[in-house]
């Protein structure tokens, strides 16, 4: 069974910096790809940004320039990097592991941004 652990949520003012972390167990990480994921209140889950087993990157357009996602295979730990945060960047993140050929594709528990305006 497959676990995603998040961390590094909060409350930061606008133009902050924040950095997420999503830690996952067994041993098909290195080839899923990891995304992150947002839902803010009243709004429908929305991609921020994945990378796949090989490092190619997709991010939304709200947050091209800003925010980064990288992954060590090393340690099954995904990572995003938010810059110049804007209180509507606000929301529920989500990581997510796909591996559609290993039948995967399971949801950490969410952790909450918050950015202060």
């Known amino acids: 069974q497959v676990q995603l652990v998040e961390s590094g949520g909060g409350l930061v003012q606008t133009g902050g910096s924040l950095g997420l972390s999503c830690a996952a167990s067994?041993?098909?990480?290195?080839?899923?790809?990891m995304g992150w994921y947002r839902q803010a209140p009243g709004k429908q889950r929305e991609l921020v940004a994945d990378?796949?087993?090989?490092?190619?990157?997709k991010y939304a357009d709200s947050v091209k320039g800003r925010f980064a996602i990288s992954r060590d295979n090393a340690k099954n730990t995904v990572y995003l990097q938010m810059n110049s945060l804007k209180p509507e960047d606000t929301a529920v993140y989500y990581c997510?592991?796909?591996?559609?050929?290993?039948?995967?594709?399971?949801w950490g528990q969410g952790t909450q941004v918050t950015v202060s305006s």
């Open positions: 997510n592991q796909y591996a559609p050929r290993a039948g995967v594709n399971y």
């Open positions: 067994g041993s098909i990480f290195t080839i899923s790809t």
């Open positions: 990378i796949t087993m090989i490092g190619i990157t």
